[in-house]
């Protein structure tokens, strides 16, 4: 019947021969308008008839309808631009329209500044001059060659239109490894943080073998906290290397621009929910005796201070020995059992640990090595050269005495 009212009530000359309905919503802004329809609704009808109990009066009267899903989609052909910037005091037909899409980074050129990816941003970040910054991720393995894009993106206020400008944030320092932006695989972006100065905290992810540790094995795949200057031009600092720091318990990023620690929260339940605080470490005090040798083993002994800083709440530092032939060079160093606990406590506390077995009348050189838990500082000693005697001679058989 042409009516444009939400509702419409149906008069017998609407149903005198069998009937269908539809809706259509129409949306307009200043881009355009669309128009979109239902299904037809309804079924052939005949009109109820009346009550035979009350004259003239019908009941049970046959409701149609007919709806539009809420995952209809009403497109314009005129769209928005690709970067807008909405805020509260924008409304009516000049706020913000539908941009145009983001795509998966399927070909060189898809990474449009100013837009994000599928289930992005993850973590958002503003500092004291109100510029924005927001973590992007996406990865597309459904196409040849693979294309990745990990990277921040940082938006500054200006006076003109718009309000934010949008960048791609640390592309000076080198990637990956260095720049929160990398086109390579498993380094994602968790979360950012603002720390002192307005310098960016970035919670990252860094694969296997990315690094090699102080204690000489390759580092795991963990998270680390880069520290960068509010140009994106300097990587100041990285947090947590080596830390093994699982990246499954990424939950945020908090620190303190008064004291510079980075507190780091951990949801995985291997060694347990807890939050990690990531800040320079004092090394570990060290001081090693003089080696006792014997024909077949060397005791080294000596003292560890765990934390002489008197730290709050410090890791804790284990420590080995490390030998090798006084003629060999420094690649030869070898590292002797497993490292040994001795606690966080800021006493001296004493060690005392044996070589065996050592080759007879040769010469050796060894030191200790003090290493903090989180591979977070060590203090390795001053190589100690000791030689160990020679064997002492074997005694002879028994033989007879004459007889007489």
Not at 122 to 129: G, K
Not at 190 to 209: C, H, N, Q, T, Y
Not at 271 to 299: C, F, H, K, M, W
Not at 356 to 366: A, E, K
Request: net charge negative; with cysteine; glycine share 10%.
């Amino acid at each position: 019947s042409g009516a444009n009212t939400e509702i419409f009530t149906l008069r017998a000359s609407d149903l005198e021969s069998p009937a269908f309905f539809q809706c259509a919503v129409t949306g307009t802004n200043s881009s355009g308008a669309a128009t979109v329809m239902s299904p037809r609704g309804g079924q052939s009808l005949t009109f109820p008839q009346p009550n035979p109990r009350v004259d003239g009066i019908f009941s049970g009267q046959t409701h149609v309808g007919a709806e539009i899903s809420d995952a209809t989609t009403v497109e314009t052909t005129v769209v928005g631009a690709n970067y807008e910037v909405c805020t509260a005091a924008v409304s009516g037909a000049s706020g913000c329209k539908i941009g145009v899409a983001e795509t998966a980074v399927a070909v060189e050129g898809d990474d449009v500044v100013g837009q994000f990816g599928s289930n992005q941003p993850q973590s958002v970040a503003v500092d004291s001059n109100g510029v924005v910054y927001a973590t992007d991720n996406r990865n597309n393995f459904g196409v040849t060659p693979t294309r990745v894009i990990n990277r921040v993106q940082k938006f500054t206020p200006q006076g003109g239109v718009p309000e934010l400008v949008p960048a791609v944030f640390g592309g000076n320092v080198p990637a990956p490894g260095g720049a929160p932006t990398s086109t390579t695989r498993f380094y994602e972006n968790f979360s950012l943080a603002i720390g002192a100065e307005d310098k960016l905290l970035v919670e990252k992810r860094f694969p296997s073998e990315d690094t090699t540790c102080p204690a000489g094995m390759a580092s795991i795949n963990e998270r680390r906290v880069q520290e960068i200057s509010n140009d994106g031009s300097t990587l100041l600092d990285t947090h947590g290397v080596c830390g093994g720091l699982d990246i499954s318990g990424a939950a945020g990023l908090g620190t303190s621009t008064t004291t510079g620690d980075v507190f780091l929260p951990d949801q995985s339940l291997d060694p347990g929910q807890r939050v990690y605080i990531l800040n320079e470490t004092t090394p570990p005090g060290l001081n090693v005796d003089v080696p006792t040798p014997t024909p077949t083993s060397a005791t080294v002994t000596g003292t560890i201070e765990p934390n002489p800083e008197a730290y709050p709440n410090p890791p804790g530092t284990s420590y080995y020995l490390e030998f090798k032939l006084n003629s060999e060079p420094e690649s030869a160093w070898t590292r002797y059992l497993t490292p040994i606990d001795v606690g966080n406590g800021s006493a001296p506390v004493p060690f005392s640990t044996t070589l065996f077995p050592l080759s007879t009348n040769t010469t050796y050189d060894v030191r200790v090595v003090a290493l903090k838990e989180f591979q977070a500082a060590k203090t390795v000693s001053t190589p100690q050269t000791f030689t160990t005697p020679a064997a002492p001679p074997e005694r002879g058989s028994p033989g007879r005495l004459p007889s007489r």
